[in-house]
Structures are given as C-alpha cells and as structure tokens.
C-alpha cells in the first residue's frame, strides 16, 4: 500500500493577546492540518506550521511522496532533503531559534512523518507509541503556561482569561489552569516587562504554590548579567531557567553561575538542530533541551535527540507553540516512549478555548493527558471542523506570524530587540 494524496489545509483558530520577548500574539493562530492518503479509508495526521512560506515548502515536497510506502520514512526525509536543499526559504517561526537548511528540511518532514506513523498504527493495530518503543508511562504530565496578557484585541471584548499584567494577575491565571486541568508544575512565559517586575511575579508564584515546580522563559531578552543575577535571585525558587540570554556562548556564561547555585538552564532556542549538540555540550552550555517534534524532524528524530541527551546527562522537557489536537496526541505519543523525559512539557492547549479539528480532543485531567490505546494516533479528523477553520484562515487575511508588528497595534515605538535588559 503507497501513498496516494497528500493533503494540506490551512486553518486558523482564536488566539488571545499573549505577550512575549518578540511582541504579543494576533488574534489568529495559523496551523496546516496534513493528511497522507492510502486510499481505501486509510488517512494519516499530522499537524504543523501555518505560515504561507512553510505552507509552499510543504506544497513542493507533497506530490514527491506520492506512491511511496508510508512505513518508507526514510526515503520519504531523503526526498524532502534532495527537493529543499539549501533552500532560500529558511524555517524562521516564532521563537523557536535560528534557522538552518537541515532545520528546515526536518521541519517540512516532521508532519508528514507522524502522518505515516498514524497510518502505521491503523495498519498494524497499534498506537503510535508501540511503533516508538512502546509506553513506559499510563500519562504524560504537562505544565501550565501562564503569559502577561492584554484583556483584549483591539475592538474585541475580554476573552474568559482577562487580563494579566501584575503578579496577583499572573497568581490568579494559575489557579485557574490549575484548578481547571490540575496542573502540577508552572511556567511563565517571561521577556515582556522588565526582569524585576517578573521576578516579583515568580515570588508571589512561590508564595501562592510552595510545593509546585517553577519555571520562567525570557526568550533570550536579559544580557548575561542580567541573567547571572536572576539565576542567583531565583536559588530555590526555580526548577530551571529557560533561555535567559541569547546564544551558546551567553547560555555557558550562565551556566558558569547557575551551576554553582544547582539551577539547570534549558533551552529551545540555542539548540535547536543536532548540528548544535557537540558545542552545546562542549561548552555545557544547557542542561535541559525543549524537545519539539516540529522542528527536530518528527517522532523518531525526537527520540534519538532524547537518546543524545540521556547519553551527556542532558535532561529532556517538550516545547510548545500554538497548535491544535494532532500535535498534542503526537506529543503524548512521543512522551509515553521517552524514558528519557525528565520535566513535564509545555503546551499551549488551554489557550486555544475549546478549538480543534480532532472529534475527541484528549483532556488533560490531572495535570497529564493519558496515552491513547486505539491504533494510530487515537484522534479522528472533524471535518466540519476543518472546513469552518480553514475558512476563517481564507477570511483573517494572515498568512504569517507577526508578534513584533502587531505589538505596534499597542505600543507603538516597540522593537524586537534582544537582549533587552
């Protein structure tokens, strides 16, 4: 059986105006839903990137793969390679690092990987994860991720989060994730306001949950100084600090310091290709690595950068931008067969507000989403809901993400400039 279609869909759904290093997010996230066709019933998943330059990579490599076997990954990431190239346009999404030619190749792959292994499953009878290993965990823990954020979009009305600019307002976002999905570790996407104003904002985080595990991610916006003395106000407080300062070099500076206290670095930003690892690791520059199978080059190229880490004592978190059902059943999947997984992993998934294209979303009950058993990647495709998302994509009239533009909508004279203090 060989690959007959591949589809890709476009869609958007509501985002809130969340704040980070680069800006504030607009009010529609982009994702592309990827379908590999087998015929006769046969569909596989996967879920990526909805930026219009990713989307015409995307658009290239998909009439390549047909009629090759989708158990053929392999040959499937060679065809992807030999068609990019040195491609001129480079994966440049968010704040998921810098870009690369091979990081680019891996990025258009990935969904069309976890499509194939959702296949795999659904012709062998097995979930994912067995074609991984199998489960050596019944649920994956995630963290809540909390953001500074404005009430509204300009023009909108107060989203059921509201407003979140001052500690008390960070506290109160918490306790609502948490009692809502019973989170049991918490991070704050950092970078936003100056570091002492979130540092009182982590504080009252402790004072509110003494007993849960803490983390801030600045996006690379504090100097190394800045960020060696957060390190040393942060003893005790943080589980770990995520990309406090920009690139290797200013990550070891770091670690010179914050390993003298016991606090890890981590990092989704400065290692973001294997071709990172060694310096990485030479300098010991990051002692966490954010895992993001959307960029790492799918499930498989994530376990082996899994294997990479336990092999240097490298622990292991997942990242998270905004996305939808698929990804976060490729994302339990990946974690119920990493032994290897040392934090819980982030994800956007409360942020989106009930939104998906998958019939029966997993819940996160507990804090953690439970591994699916059902072969494949345990989630149906919502066609309806497809066709209204991918509608509103046509009708938003985004094609790709802007924080730093769109933050001039508030405040004007802003500039994505890091590091910042």
């Known amino acids: 059986m060989n690959i007959v279609e591949v589809r890709l869909t476009p869609v958007a759904f509501a985002d809130p105006p969340l704040l980070n290093a680069a800006g504030v997010h607009e009010p529609w996230a982009l994702r592309t839903i990827v379908e590999v066709d087998c015929g006769d019933g046969l569909v596989g998943l996967g879920e990526t990137y909805g930026d219009l330059p990713h989307i015409e990579l995307l658009r290239r490599v998909a009439p390549l793969v047909v009629g090759v076997d989708p158990f053929a990954t392999s040959r499937i990431l060679e065809i992807v390679r030999a068609e990019l190239g040195a491609t001129d346009a480079p994966d440049r999404h968010g704040l998921t690092g810098v870009s690369t030619p091979e990081k680019t190749a891996l990025r258009v792959f990935s969904p069309i990987e976890v499509a194939c292994l959702d296949l795999q499953g659904q012709l062998t009878g097995r979930p994912v994860h067995d074609l991984l290993g199998g489960a050596v965990r019944d649920a994956v823990p995630f963290s809540a991720y909390l953001f500074y954020k404005y009430a509204a979009h300009p023009g909108a009305g107060s989203d059921p989060f509201g407003e979140a600019l001052t500690p008390d307002q960070i506290v109160a976002q918490a306790r609502t994730l948490i ?207 497809l066709a209204r998302m991918h509608e509103d994509y046509v009708k938003c009239g985004l094609t790709e993400r802007n924080d730093a533009g769109y933050m001039r909508t508030f405040v004007p004279d802003f500039e994505d400039v890091r590091p910042r203090w």
């Not at 704050?188 to 100056?194: N, S, Y």
């Not at 190394?224 to 943080?238: C, D, F, K, N, P």
Request: charged fraction near 20%.
């Open 179 to 385: 009692d809502r999905y019973g989170f049991g570790s918490i991070k704050l996407k950092g970078g936003a306001f100056p570091p002492d104003q979130e540092l009182d904002a982590m504080r009252a985080l402790r004072d509110a949950y003494p007993e849960l595990p803490l983390r801030i991610d600045p996006n690379a916006a504090w100097t190394v100084e800045t960020s060696q003395r957060v390190a040393r106000e942060m003893v005790g407080i943080l589980e770990y600090l995520e990309d406090p300062t920009p690139g290797l070099a200013g990550m070891a500076a770091v670690a010179d310091v914050a390993r003298e206290l016991g606090m890890p670095l981590a990092t989704n930003m400065c290692v973001v290709a294997f071709e990172h690892l060694p310096e990485a690791i030479a300098r010991d520059s990051v002692q966490v690595v954010l895992s993001d199978h959307h960029y790492w080059g799918g499930l498989r190229q994530s376990a082996r950068l899994a294997g990479i880490c336990q092999t240097w004592g490298i622990g292991l978190s997942m990242h998270s931008n905004s996305h939808l059902g698929i990804s976060l059943a490729a994302m339990t999947h990946l974690g119920a067969a990493l032994p290897e997984l040392t934090y819980a992993a982030d994800t956007h998934t409360p942020w989106q507000l009930g939104a998906d294209v998958v019939e029966s979303p997993l819940p996160i009950v507990d804090g953690a989403v439970r591994v699916p058993t059902t072969p494949g990647l345990g989630v149906t495709l919502d066609r309806d809901a």
